[in-house]
């Protein structure tokens, strides 16, 4: 276990801001940091998701209800929760793949809603308040897509970019991106448990790892890019090789 030089875990005491904290990624990251004493605040649009999370967290957590496409609300819970270490954002909307030919602008203007502006805006609103980082999400569609992939890989494009672009104008808060590749979590419950099983079989076997991932394998990543204090501008991909082959 990294420890600093009292031998205090290093996030131990430290406030840890994680939007989309109610579900996949971001509540394993919520379980993780909280693990290792952190304080730890979820966000996310569904109060009932938020309180079903809360059960899985130490009492000293705590969550709120927001639409993180709302600027108004954005700043606002902010301003209410002050000070703090470090932002996560994880929050995305059910995955959309298709044809270029069959997306209609409309649907790809709001795929961008939550993913990107809703990152850029809490980005926005809270760096006034983190002593720390930031850590955002993307995916390898940025540098691996596949058909059908215009919208995944034109937003984790976009999120990268932006990180870079942070990391510069935000410092000396380090900000740092996560691209993870194919994990388990409800992104895929458009589609039906056996078209899920499915996919997750056909992209384990292809994969170096022999599997798919899970959010908890995801979530290490979080922890390290808070713990560590020297890597800013970086997208860390966590894919099972997935990029190699």
């Known amino acids: 276990m990294e420890q ?16 989309g904290g109610s579900a996949g990624i971001g509540l394993a ?38 639409d ?30 298709g044809d270029l030919k069959d997306t209609s602008l409309a649907s790809a203007h709001q795929f961008f809603e939550i993913r990107y502006w809703g990152a850029f805006t809490a980005v926005k609103h809270a760096s006034p308040y983190i002593r720390n980082s930031i850590v955002l999400t993307s995916g390898i569609a940025s540098n691996r897509p596949g058909k059908g992939w215009s919208l995944g ?18 410092a000396p808060i380090r900000v740092n991106i996560v691209s993870p590749g194919v994990v388990k979590t409800d992104l895929w419950s458009g589609m039906s448990l056996q078209e899920r099983e499915g996919m997750y079989n056909q992209i ?5 790892v022999k599997r798919v991932g899970n959010a908890d394998d995801i979530a290490k990543t979080y922890l390290y890019l808070m713990k560590q204090e020297y890597g800013t501008g970086q997208t860390i991909i966590v894919d099972g090789g997935a990029s190699l082959v």
């Open 4 to 19: 600093i030089a009292t031998g205090k875990e290093v996030l131990q005491g430290q406030k840890i801001v994680i939007i």
């Open 204 to 208: 384990g076997d292809s994969l170096p």
């Open 29 to 66: 990251t919520a379980k993780s940091a909280a693990a290792k004493n952190a304080t730890v605040i979820i966000i996310s649009s569904n109060q009932q998701r938020i309180n079903k999370a809360l059960e899985e967290l130490p009492e000293s957590a705590t969550g709120y209800a927001i």
């Open 68 to 97: 993180v496409t709302d600027e108004a609300q954005v700043k606002s819970i902010f301003e209410k929760i002050g000070f703090f270490d470090h932002l996560i954002f994880t929050a995305g909307e059910h995955l959309q793949l």
């Open 153 to 170: 890989a034109s937003i984790c494009s976009a999120m990268e970019g932006f990180t870079r672009a942070m990391a510069i104008e935000l």
